[in-house]
């Protein structure tokens, strides 16, 4: 089991936007602002797509925008595109030398 | 070009060991760390531990504290994970992936390796 918790499915037509939650606890997504989110298509390595919540590394398309609130962060993907169709993970930080990430959401472009 | 290339995949038997490697071009391996990250078939990532070449400052997640060795080897550029006995649930994909530059803490990992498979079975 998952120490961050997402839903395990998503889906959206093209064009649309969709929200992907992680929610954790007070000792990891709601204690830090050391949320990453990444992007796994099959047979391939995890992407960055999202760090420290809200911050996109060089590359990354500004349709993928990430929040937090509380103990819960949310990745947002606006205007769907069918390349966006992947496995996405969240993380954060979780204090004393550990990451913890989330099981993964799988998002389909209708 | 930045990159991390790991070695093959691995086929061992319960209470062997096992050494992989992931070797680093295109930047300074010694002043970035580098992590390691499980995988099991169909499931999620699980964070295993960080190391920064430069001194070899280890960090392990408390899940798998005891159960891995995370190395590095500044002269040849490569970092490894190893088991002295390997156990049927260690059968995974493993990924290395170096620190992103920007990242206050160990969560942001910018560039990955291909991934090693290593299947466990008597």
């Known amino acids: 089991q998952s120490a961050l918790t997402q839903p395990p499915s998503a889906s959206g037509s093209p064009g649309q936007s969709v929200t992907i939650s992680c929610t954790g606890t007070?000792?990891?997504?709601?204690?830090?602002?050391?949320v990453s989110w990444y992007q796994q298509h099959p047979g391939k390595a995890p992407k960055l797509m999202i760090y420290e919540v809200n911050k996109r590394p060089s590359g990354v398309p500004d349709r993928f925008s990430g929040s937090k609130s509380g103990s819960t962060a949310s990745l947002t993907v606006s205007g769907l595109q069918a390349e966006d169709e992947a496995d996405y993970y969240c993380?954060?930080?979780?204090?004393?030398?550990?990451?913890?990430f989330g099981g993964g959401t799988k998002l389909t472009v209708l | 070009e930045v990159q991390l290339v790991q070695s093959g995949a691995e086929v061992k038997k319960p209470g062997q060991s096992l050494k992989i490697s992931c070797k680093v071009s295109g930047y300074s391996f010694a002043t970035y760390w580098i992590g390691w990250v499980r995988q099991m078939p169909g499931k999620g990532l699980g964070w295993m531990g960080i190391?920064?070449?430069?001194?070899?400052?280890?960090r392990y997640s408390p899940s798998f504290q005891g159960q891995v060795t995370i190395s590095a080897d500044k002269s040849i550029n490569t970092a490894y994970l190893q088991w002295d006995s390997l156990k049927a649930s260690d059968a995974a994909m493993y990924y290395c992936?170096?620190?992103?530059?920007?990242?206050?803490?160990?969560?942001?990992?910018?560039?990955w390796g291909q991934g090693t498979v290593v299947t466990v079975s008597s």
């Open positions: 007070n000792s990891d997504v709601g204690g830090y602002n050391y």
């Open positions: 992936a170096r620190l992103a530059p920007y990242s206050t803490y160990w969560d942001a990992f910018d560039i």
């Open positions: 190391i920064y070449p430069g001194d070899s400052d280890t």
């Open positions: 993380s954060s930080y979780a204090g004393s030398n550990n990451v913890v």
